[in-house]
């Protein structure tokens, strides 16, 4: 018997499984042909020992008859071809049944796979923001790349393994009986020495194993960590202790697993030596019956074949038992997203908010309503609470204020990644509430500081801001940004391929080609998050040109961090705790002398800098 490694476990085995195997309705007919082939190629390699059996009696009497003398003695050849014959149609049989059954039951397995996993692709595009602010990402990764395939490979092996170690141990048993119930009885006394081998072992490597698996998790996240951060660890110079710390990790793990791996090493040498005892008593008792005739010789040769199967389904079963555990602790975890609250239902009549599908500057106005809001990540600690903002369309609006004060939460209640708890929010006096979320976030165009770029050419990235955009307008958009020249001068220039995390171009870069998305996506609202943050002084005067001359006409909310930027806004608003504790121009809110004043001051600090500011 073989020695899995420990397991995870589903919490709810009963209800996970039953709506695992649920997905494999419409596939029953698939299903019947796998239990078929696997019972018959299983039942006919069963078989086949028995007439190897019968062939080595019928070559061994053949033999003593024409020895002995006898009239018309020696080997029925013919007989034995004919046997010969049938073992071999046997096997090709199995083999082909076999064949069959693994084949259907891969394409059944990874279908269903496939559905599940477009289940939860779907499922995620439904999902509320909160779900991923509350979720690491690797958790959400490890579904789609650990638990399917666990769950695929299970489907496909462990089930229709199941039935053939089933059958095997079965018809094993059937047949050993058949032949002798006295070895029958021998062979059957064994197993409770083997499990108690195997349960003793188990469980002295269970905490090696367990130590292997911590050690193991351990090593690859500093590997993970360093490689993310060379830079930083070349800059402070800790190569040398990040390798010591690596050789420490690495040398516990070799500890635990080379001891895992040797106490569960020396469980087949003492199921060979408990194995081989078996089959001594067998070859025993056996000459013993064949000298007294109660035994043909070939019995004993088929018996002690199926003496060796006799073991093998059990090992298998304990096997595929740790298999299905594990796929259906990944079923479980798959099946808690599938299970996550969705965004709120959208109106039957959204779509018909702007006589349109698609959002047209020309059809929204740009008038942005706060009505009396209130907002809580967590009820327990309100964050937004009876917030009014009336913005006219066409104006620029800034946003500034301490963190924590709910700047980030505006655009995110603005876009309704999340909605309010009271109140309403309205564009052009309808609350987007009613709007189907798409045509609503169609209306705004976004420029965070934390860009976002995919990995594909730079083309293809600026014109995700507009499906089907023509190549004119992508050049025109990044001359607009004044991404033109910087793209001409890489080496595939708009064709440049991008890596996974666009770390082969500068951040002021990636910064650049987000806003020349943007402008490419010509939205009648715009949301810009201190969008040249990361851009050079000389960059940042020709982005604030061409960011004019994008928000001309357009209402914008501007999230800003270094006021220098928003003086020329139409109204400034200043939030503290949740709430607009001044507004104005900014003329208006320095001469106020109030909170803006104060942030103001504290970023320009000095009589001359003051005065030059203003």
């Excluded at 599940?116 to 499922?123: A, H, N, S």
């Excluded at 996974?500 to 171009?505: G, K, R, V």
């Amino acid at each position: 018997m073989g020695l899995a490694m420990p397991t995870e476990k589903p919490r709810d085995f009963r209800r996970t499984a039953l709506r695992l195997l649920g997905y494999f309705r419409p596939r029953l007919g698939a299903l019947t042909v796998v239990l078929a082939a696997a019972i018959l190629g299983t039942a006919f390699g069963v078989v086949s020992p028995k007439i190897l059996g019968d062939v080595t009696t019928l070559l061994f009497d053949g033999y003593l008859r024409r020895v002995r003398g006898v009239p018309g003695g020696g080997v029925d050849f013919a007989q034995v071809g004919r046997l010969l014959t049938l073992l071999a149609l046997l096997y090709g049989a199995s083999s082909a049944f076999t064949w069959v059954q693994q084949t259907i039951m891969a394409t059944v397995a990874q279908r269903t796979v496939a559905v599940i996993r477009r289940q939860v692709m779907e499922k995620l595009a439904r999902l509320p923001i909160r779900f991923f602010d509350t979720h690491p990402h690797g958790e959400v990764l490890s579904s789609f790349i650990n638990d399917f395939d666990n769950i695929g490979s299970t489907l496909q092996q462990s089930l229709a393994q199941s039935v053939s170690a089933l059958v095997t141990f079965a018809g094993v048993v059937v047949m050993m009986l058949t032949i002798s119930p006295l070895l029958t009885v021998v062979i059957a006394l064994t197993l409770p020495l083997s499990f108690v081998v195997t349960r003793g072992v188990a469980a002295r490597s269970q905490a090696h194993f367990i130590a292997r698996q911590d050690h193991l998790g351990a090593l690859n996240g500093h590997v993970e960590e360093m490689y993310a951060g060379h830079l930083i660890v070349r800059a402070f110079g800790r190569e040398d202790r990040s390798i010591e710390t690596f050789t420490r990790m690495n040398d516990r793990l070799t500890d635990s697993t080379w001891k895992a791996q040797f106490i569960t090493g020396t469980i087949m040498p003492l199921m060979n030596v408990i194995g081989n005892l078996g089959f001594v008593l067998v070859s025993v008792i056996g000459g013993i019956l064949v000298a007294r005739r109660g035994l043909q010789i070939g019995d004993i040769q088929a018996f002690i074949q199926y003496a060796r199967q006799f073991s093998q389904p059990i090992t298998q079963l304990a096997a595929i038992s740790n298999n299905i555990q594990s796929a259906l602790a990944s079923a479980e975890r798959v099946f808690a997203i599938l299970d996550e609250a969705e965004e709120t239902p959208e109106p039957g009549d959204a779509l018909d908010l702007f006589g349109m599908d698609r959002v047209d500057r020309v059809a929204v106005r740009g008038d942005v309503a706060f009505q009396a809001v209130d907002f809580a990540y967590d009820e327990a600690q309100p964050l937004i609470t009876g917030l009014d903002i009336a913005v006219r369309a066409g104006q620029t609006v800034a946003v500034v204020g301490p963190t924590g004060a709910g700047k980030t939460t505006l655009v995110n209640l603005l876009m309704r990644f999340y909605d309010v708890r009271a109140g309403r929010i309205t564009v052009d006096g309808i609350d987007i509430r009613r709007m189907r979320r798409r045509v609503l976030r169609r209306c705004f165009g976004m420029v965070l500081q934390d860009t976002w770029l995919f990995h594909g050419t730079i083309r293809d990235n600026i014109a995700y801001g507009r499906e089907g955009a023509p190549d004119e307008a992508v050049v025109d958009a990044a001359r607009a940004a004044h991404a033109d020249h910087f793209i001409r001068t890489l080496p595939g220039g708009y064709e440049t391929l991008l890596n996974e995390d666009a770390s082969n171009i500068s951040q002021g870069q990636r910064q650049l080609l987000t806003i020349a998305r943007t402008i490419l996506a010509d939205p009648p609202l715009l949301i810009l998050d201190e969008a040249t943050s990361s851009v050079d002084t000389r960059t940042e005067v020709a982005i604030q040109s061409a960011m004019r001359t994008l928000m001309h006409g357009r209402t914008s909310f501007v999230i800003a961090h270094r006021l220098s930027t928003i003086r020329d806004a139409d109204v400034i608003l200043v939030m503290f705790a949740g709430r607009v504790v001044e507004q104005g121009t900014h003329a208006e809110l320095l001469e106020h002398g109030g909170v803006y004043a104060e942030l103001y001051q504290s970023q320009f600090t000095g009589p001359a800098a003051s005065e030059a500011a203003v």
